[in-house]
Nanobody, 124 residues
Framework: VQLQASGGGLVQAGASLRLSCAASGRTLSRYDMGWFRQAPGKEREFVAAIRWSGGSTYYEDSVKGRFTISRDNAKNMLYLLMNSLKPEDTAVYYC??????????????????WGQGTEVTVSS
């Protein structure tokens, strides 16, 4: 499956952005999906994930209540709505797909497919 992330940009603190991830090659409904981010000089970290059915979602603590992950399997799309953005959310955001279990859904190395990343910059 090929993934393409989009929707990043430069915004001020407190603003909102919605990231999108388009999948092609195979139907997205086969896979659990996640968003990760990588800030300059840091490792790629988990942000949010959603089960193939959309029935369960998972979030990193610092984004809970601000970010919402969702998917539209009919359109082969994954989304990340980011509200109340903070300067510390500045990073390149990546979408990823895999067949996962609860204990691995937050683990970067558990995902098989990755998009190219979209850059989010939040100014203070």
């Amino acid at each position: 499956v090929q993934l393409q992330a989009s929707g990043g940009g430069l915004v001020q603190a407190g603003a909102s952005l919605r990231l999108s991830c388009a999948a092609s090659g195979r139907t997205l409904s086969r896979y659990d999906m996640g968003w990760f981010r990588q800030a300059p000089g840091k490792e790629r970290e988990f942000v949010a994930a959603i089960r193939w059915s959309g029935g369960s979602t998972y979030y990193e603590d610092s984004v809970k209540g601000r970010f919402t992950i969702s998917r539209d399997n009919a359109k082969n799309m994954l989304y990340l709505l980011m509200n109340s953005l903070k300067p510390e959310d500045t990073a390149v955001y990546y979408c990823a797909a895999g067949t996962l279990i609860t204990t691995t859904i937050r683990l970067r190395d558990a995902y098989n497919y990755w998009g190219q990343g979209t850059e989010v910059t939040v100014s203070s």
